[in-house]
């Protein structure tokens, strides 16, 4: 069983500012490289007045450099916003800064706002996405290449000789064949992810492609232990209602595809929906028989501001009631690897 966690930064007037977030991250990534989560999932957009991640890498340059183990995925990475040859100037750096610890799910995004605000075309944006993760492979070998008519050379190479890992992501039937031509993998969101993944591995099938293991099985969107539910859901329903609300209002402007965030009212619309879940550490521990072993568990112990204290409360009690019970169970290791 996998551990994670995500952050995008959203600060909503309700909740704590951006530089107590930036900080708390750094605190939450060194304690969850000390007891043995393996992932942090940075996501990406721009132009959000609640200070939604504009700069996961560099945010992910901090993360690695306060950590041994801990490794940064930055999904979903908004590529077609980049230049690709500075992308992969970047994504070099940092893979260089962590040691091999980088992974990249590349989406084409879906806000209009983003698209106008770096003069990018959205009809072009899947024929952007396929030239920038070329670009990125050429760039990564160190050798010359031309790019739009130029002969380029992109140095130093990343740590790792083929660089990071690239998935694809989307949550529409387009994102899977295109993730099956061009991708190391794929990456679906949304609600239906399982059907997604069965339409990338039929087209590989077709291409004449091996059919790499699917991702793990996720637990929910959000999961805060607590050894007082009842006090506890007073504390996080703003913010998680800010946050769920907020995206699903965003998906809206995907025209296709579907988000696992519900728009709800209230708290007990929240209570009612399966991907937000606030759980004892019994709970939590009968939560993860029900996921089995091929899954992860993520938390997200910022979002919609929420209060550092009571982000921290949760994860600790996570580290001392259930973590233990995972080893016994065998579903974790007794030491970090």
Known sequence: MKLALRYDMRTPDIGVGSPEQYAAVLDHAAWADEVGFETVYLAEHHGADDGYCASPMILGSAILGRTRRLGVHLSALVAVLHHPLRLAEDLAALDLIGGGRVEVTAGIGYRDFEYRMFDVDRRRR???LEETIE???QSWTGEEFEFRGERVQVRPRPARPEGPPLYVGGSADASALRAARIGDGYRPAGAEKDRLYEVYAAELRKLGRPVPPQAPALGPLFLFVSDDPARDWDVVAPHVLYTTNSNAAWARERGVG???YRAAD??????RDPNIRVVTPEECLALCDELGDDSELVFQPLMGGLPLEAGWRSLRLFETEV?????????????PS
């Open 135 to 137: 670009v990125l492979r």
């Open 266 to 271: 209230g708290v007990a619309d929240l209570k």
């Open 323 to 335: 973590l233990p019970e995972l080893v016994v169970r065998g579903y974790r290791d007794a030491e």
């Open 258 to 260: 579907t988000t696992a």
């Open 126 to 128: 899947a024929r952007i």
